[in-house]
């Protein structure tokens, strides 16, 4: 009798125990468990992330209470109740690596140069876990369980990136768990493959160079890699520099690159005419160096912006030409201010220039770089909607003049006439 009371005070107090630990809000969809996912990945919140999996307590409770009481079920979770340290892997307040993950790849991800702040969700594909001798039984208690790809899209930097997603399990009509494990930059699950093939050979060569603990390159856990403690740009190098092999790349890659600064410039052309510029400097990810550049900008009352052609010489002058290339303009940047000219390609006439650099808001920024990836641009000698009411509004205005002087003309005209009437009538008296 004693030790039946103290078994339900110790499921009791699992149970007190598995109300604290409950995620408020557990989604009833995949869908909303891979938002919240993702909302723990760009808000970098460990603690969420904590609370999207079941207790050790919950799962034990369902084994000792199974909602399927049948024969075959009870035999099946007889395995369970004599295996229950198998639980433990799904808790991450006893299976540490789940938050290593977590934390690995948030920290691959920055040193890949994604802006987890501006991350959403572009698709996600899942295919179903099926239990392996280990979790005979388990089946019963948590009937679906899936694995599979989550795509990413970071609108500021304009890559996508593919995690590798595994032990989302459906219990009691939620959805909890998620267990991230590694994350390359990938568009499709075909790259993400061949890039995490080339990762893992380079893992393995490392540690049989080295001798590093067997941690930094993790097997294969239910059919996914965790190479998360490396970051991807680290990767790529130390392959190059450390082996010396040329190592399959697919050509998208060798010609991408990475947005890394963002600057906005105000000033004006002769010290009369307003001008904004837009200008973004970009890395390539094979060397890590800047090596490209792009913008936007607009002078007068243009109402779009102008895509700029940016090239920086060795000795640090730009050339920034319009596209289509109707003008140029040639500057130096010194103490985050931009002095040179403006010069119409046509007849040679220009402006000189001044633009001093400037801060926005995210907003405007985001705003810009809209412009500037959709390619809603304009060109420099296109009449803005101001410049053509104003010239309609000369136009008028100068018929208006012809009118008054051609309708004072016939009014002199007929003063004119009586006067000289009465000269004549003068005359002949």
Not at 83 to 104: E, T, W
Not at 124 to 143: A, T, W
Not at 293 to 311: E, R
Not at 382 to 410: I, P
């Amino acid at each position: 009798m004693k030790y039946f009371l103290a078994v339900l005070l110790l499921i009791a107090g699992f149970t007190s125990l598995a109300g604290k630990r409950r995620y408020r809000g557990e989604p009833r969809t995949e869908v909303g468990l891979m938002n919240n996912v993702v909302g723990c990945l760009s808000h970098k919140d460990s603690t969420g992330y904590f609370y999207l999996f079941p207790p050790f307590d919950s799962l034990w409770a369902l084994v000792m209470h199974p909602p399927d009481r049948s024969p075959e079920a009870l035999r099946d979770l007889n395995h369970l109740k004599e295996h229950p340290k198998s639980l433990l892997q799904f808790d991450p307040m006893y299976n540490h690596q789940i938050m290593a993950r977590f934390l690995n790849v948030l920290t691959k991800g920055e040193d890949s140069g994604i802006h987890w702040d501006n991350v959403v969700i572009q698709r996600y594909e899942l295919s179903k876990m099926i239990p392996n001798r280990d979790l005979v039984g388990y089946n019963r208690i948590v009937p679906e369980r899936f694995k599979g790809y989550l795509f990413v899209r970071d609108v500021v930097g304009r890559l996508t990136f593919c995690i590798t997603i595994t032990e989302i399990q459906k219990i009691n009509g939620y959805f909890f768990g998620g267990q991230v494990i590694n994350m390359l930059e990938a568009s499709t699950i075909e790259q993400y493959l061949k890039k995490e093939a080339e990762e893992q050979k380079y893992f393995e060569w490392l540690a049989k160079s080295r001798q590093i603990d067997s941690a930094k390159s993790d097997s294969v856990k239910n059919g996914l890699l965790d190479t998360s403690a490396v970051t991807l740009d680290s990767a790529i190098i130390k392959r190059q520099a450390l082996l010396g092999v040329n190592l399959i790349e697919d050509d998208s890659f060798k010609g991408r690159r990475e947005v890394v600064d963002r600057r906005y410039y105000e000033g004006k052309f002769d010290d009369e005419i307003p001008v904004k510029l837009f200008v973004r400097y970009m890395k390539d990810l094979r060397t890590g160096k800047i090596n490209a550049y792009d913008g936007l900008y607009k002078f007068g009352d243009q109402v779009s912006y102008v895509l700029l052609h940016i090239v920086r010489s060795d000795d640090g002058k730009w050339t920034m030409e319009d596209n289509p290339p109707i003008g140029t303009m040639e500057l130096e940047l010194k103490n985050r201010v931009y002095t040179g000219s403006w010069t119409n390609n046509d007849n040679q006439t220009g402006y000189d220039v001044e633009l001093k650099q400037t801060d926005i808001s995210a907003s405007k920024l985001m705003q810009l770089e809209k412009i500037l990836d959709l390619g809603m641009v304009g060109r420099s000698d296109e009449t803005s909607v101001t410049g053509k009411k104003n010239k309609a509004a000369q136009e008028t205005k100068k018929k208006d003049d012809d009118n008054k002087r051609v309708k004072k003309k016939q009014e002199d005209v007929k003063e004119e006439k009586p006067k000289k009437r009465a000269r004549a009538n003068n005359d002949d008296e």
